[in-house]
C-alpha cells in the first residue's frame, strides 16, 4: 500500500465535488439508483475518487439489486478498511478507503460466491481506469 494520504478538511473540499465531500468525507449515502456506476459495466479498476487508490475489480462486481455498484470482494486485502458502524440503530460494517479513510460504503453478508459478501458502494466515491487494450 502507498503511503497514507493525508489532507485538511479545507483541501477535500477544494478538491472534491460537493457530493463526493459529503459522501467521502461526512459518511453521506447518495440516493439509490442514482449513482454513476450503478449500471456501469466496463472492464477496469475502480478507484478511490478522493486519493485515486484501486479498490475494486470490474470482475468482482455485480448486480445486486440494491441501488448501489456491489462487489464481492477488493482489489486486494490491502484496499480498503472495514469499521463497525453503530449509526441508525443498526450494526453494520463500514468500508474506507485504506489510502485515505474516504467513507466508500459498506459491507453485508448477503453476497454471492466465492466471498458471500455485498461491498455497496457509493458512486460518488468511485472512479474508473479502463483496462488497456
Known amino acids: 500500500m502507498d503511503e497514507k494520504v493525508c489532507k485538511t478538511d479545507a483541501q477535500w473540499r477544494e478538491e472534491l465535488s460537493p457530493e463526493q465531500y459529503s459522501v467521502c468525507r461526512c459518511s453521506a449515502t447518495e440516493a439509490p439508483f442514482t449513482g454513476k456506476f450503478y449500471h456501469h459495466h466496463d472492464v477496469g479498476t475502480y478507484t478511490c475518487a478522493a486519493c485515486g487508490a484501486a479498490l475494486f475489480s470490474s470482475s468482482a462486481k455485480y448486480e445486486s439489486g440494491s441501488g448501489w455498484p456491489s462487489y464481492f470482494q477488493p482489489l486486494s486485502a490491502n484496499a480498503v ?32 460466491k466465492p466471498t458471500g459478501l455485498r461491498y455497496c458502494i457509493n458512486s460518488a466515491a468511485l472512479g474508473f481506469e479502463p483496462a488497456t487494450p
Open 81 to 112: 478498511s472495514e469499521h463497525e458502524d453503530g449509526a441508525l440503530g443498526m450494526r453494520r460494517i463500514e468500508v474506507k478507503c485504506a489510502q485515505c479513510d474516504s467513507h466508500l460504503g459498506h459491507v453485508f453478508p448477503d453476497g454471492p
